[in-house]
C-alpha cells in the first residue's frame, strides 16, 4: 500500500490532463464490467480495467502504469464497496480532479453485500449511471450511447427471465461455498447461499460452522462452490459435487448462465 500512496504522490506532481475528443478513456475496477461498458459505450470508449480477473482484491498492489492510466482517464466505474476501491476512492480526486467516479452502490439500496455484479438484476441497475455519465461527456454520440443501453437492458432482461425459467423448480434449494459471494444471485432465484466464512475476512467459530454444515444437511446440499481462493478437499466439500466459479470473469453473464444451467442439473 505504501508503494501506492508514493506512486499517487509522484502522480499529483503531473500537468492536469487535457480533455480528450472521443474515444472516452473508462477504467472499470473489475473485469465483469468491462463488458457492460464496452456495451454501452461502443464504438467510443475504450476500457481499461483496474483489477486482473486472476488478482485479489484485498492484496493487488496496482502497477505505476495503471496508477498514471487512472490520472488519466474521463471516467472510473466502481462499486465503491470493495477494499481496494476504498482506499483508491478516498484519493481519486487528488489524483485526477477532472475524473468522473461512478459509483454503483450508490445506486442500490442497503447495498452491504458488494458483490452487486454479480446479478442480472444489478447489472441492468448499472446501465443507467454508466449511460449517463457517458452522455455527460460525449453529449454528441448521446443518441449511440441511448441505443446501446436499450439493447443491452434487453439482452440482460432475456436472459435474466431465462435462469429464472432454469431454476424455478430449484427454489430452497441450497449450495455450499467458502465466501458470501453469491448472495444477490441466491436471492435473486430463491436459493439458499451456505457460506463457510458468512463474515468476509473472519474465521468462523466452531459453533458457527457446525450450523452451516448442519443447515446443508437439512437441506441435502449436493453442490459446493469452487472459486479461485477455494482449498480443494476441504472437509465441508465432502459428499457434494465441486463446480468452479470465478466471480471475477470477464464474461460474467456467460458464467452466471453457466452457474444457473450447473445448478439446474445438479441441485
Known amino acids: 500500500m505504501g508503494r501506492i500512496l508514493s506512486v499517487i504522490a509522484t502522480l499529483l506532481l503531473l500537468p492536469l490532463y487535457v480533455w ?20 454501452l459505450g461502443s464504438p467510443h470508449v475504450i476500457v481499461d480495467v483496474l483489477l486482473p480477473s486472476n488478482a485479489s482484491d484485498e492484496v493487488f498492489d496496482p502497477t505505476a502504469i495503471m496508477l498514471q492510466k487512472m490520472a488519466t482517464t474521463h471516467i472510473f466505474v466502481t462499486t465503491g464497496k470493495l477494499p481496494l476501491e476504498k482506499v483508491l476512492l478516498s484519493r481519486m480526486s487528488q489524483l485526477n480532479p477532472h475524473l468522473m467516479i461512478v459509483n454503483l452502490s450508490k445506486f442500490h439500496k442497503n447495498a452491504e453485500d458488494p458483490h452487486l455484479w454479480l446479478s442480472l438484476k444489478n447489472l441492468q441497475q448499472a446501465l443507467d449511471p454508466i449511460t449517463q455519465a457517458l452522455i455527460a461527456l460525449d453529449p454528441a454520440h448521446r443518441k449511440d450511447y441511448l441505443k446501446n443501453n436499450q439493447i443491452t437492458r434487453a439482452q440482460l432482461t432475456q436472459l435474466d427471465q431465462k435462469l429464472t425459467q432454469l431454476l424455478a423448480s430449484k ?52 453442490v459446493s462452490i469452487l472459486q479461485p481462493d477455494t482449498p480443494q478437499k476441504a472437509d465441508w466439500q465432502r459428499h457434494t459435487r465441486l463446480l468452479k466459479f470465478n466471480p471475477m470473469a470477464a464474461d460474467i453473464t456467460a458464467q452466471l448462465q453457466y452457474l444457473a444451467t450447473q445448478f439446474r442439473a445438479t441441485l
Open 20 to 39: 480528450a475528443t472521443p474515444p472516452l478513456k473508462v477504467l472499470v475496477s473489475i473485469p465483469p464490467y468491462r463488458q457492460l461498458v464496452q456495451h
Open 171 to 222: 427454489k430452497g434449494k441450497g449450495f455450499l461455498i467458502l465466501h458470501p459471494t453469491l448472495g444477490y444471485f441466491a436471492k435473486d432465484y430463491g436459493l439458499v447461499q451456505l457460506a463457510i466464512h458468512p463474515i468476509e475476512g473472519q474465521s468462523p467459530s466452531i459453533g458457527g460452522l457446525r450450523s452451516t454444515l448442519k443447515r446443508a444437511n437439512e437441506l441435502h446440499v449436493k
